[in-house]
């Protein structure tokens, strides 16, 4: 069985922000697959997707920071600058983090771990709405 569903995320500011419910929330579907895998692909090439520590905030800001540090903005040998200095270092880490996840399901539930969470790694300013894509291949109840 095949399922899939495009997600609009609410605008977030520049950093790395637990999404793991809005997209719990937005595939209501999952609860019908016993076993299966989960993709979920972001449509961006300035935001990027990851697995990481969902309890404490302190993670997501020093990802946050370390970031910054080893992609910096206006660096003298940037070429592309046309949509601001946050665009170019946006795509650096874009490429880094990576676009997409596959996420095991078991027994209707994203099959994470005790302290896993799904970010979605804002890398802009002002990066406005996400589009997320999540398709689901897997065995159903039904």
Known sequence: MW??????LKPRP?????ITDEI????????????GIA???IK?????????????????????THFNKYVPENASYYEHRFE?????????????????LNIPIKEGQLNLGTWQGIYLCEHRNQGGSRKIVVTISGETYE
């Open 14 to 18: 520049r950093g790395f922000h637990l």
């Open 39 to 41: 993709n979920i692909f």
């Open 24 to 35: 719990i929330l937005g595939i209501s579907q999952l609860k019908n697959f016993k076993v």
């Open 3 to 8: 399922f899939q569903k495009e997600l609009l």
């Open 84 to 100: 601001g200095s946050d665009d170019m270092p946006a795509h650096i880490k874009s490429s880094i983090l990576g676009a997409s």
């Open 44 to 64: 961006h090439t300035s935001a990027s997707l990851s697995i990481n520590e969902n309890a404490s905030p302190d993670v997501r800001r020093d990802l946050e």
